[in-house]
């Protein structure tokens, strides 16, 4: 079983949020909304990979 988390339930700033999964050592999150809008309703060129 691997932990995971929803990364808008940290903070609604991805970096932010990514900071936190990786300090906690979560290796594995759940997007449900990026900026505030859900990825569904996202096209894949919005969505972006944060270093």
């Known amino acids: 079983m691997q932990l995971s988390i929803i990364t808008d339930e940290i ?4 970096p ?10 979560v290796k594995m999150v759940e997007l449900r909304t990026i900026d505030g809008e ?11 990979v944060i270093t």
């Not at 932010?16 to 050592?25: G, M, S």
């Not at 859900?38 to 972006?48: E, P």
């Open 38 to 48: 859900s990825v569904f309703w996202k096209w894949a060129k919005d969505l972006y």
């Open 11 to 14: 903070s609604q700033d991805m």
């Open 16 to 25: 932010r949020a990514l900071r936190v999964c990786r300090d906690l050592q």
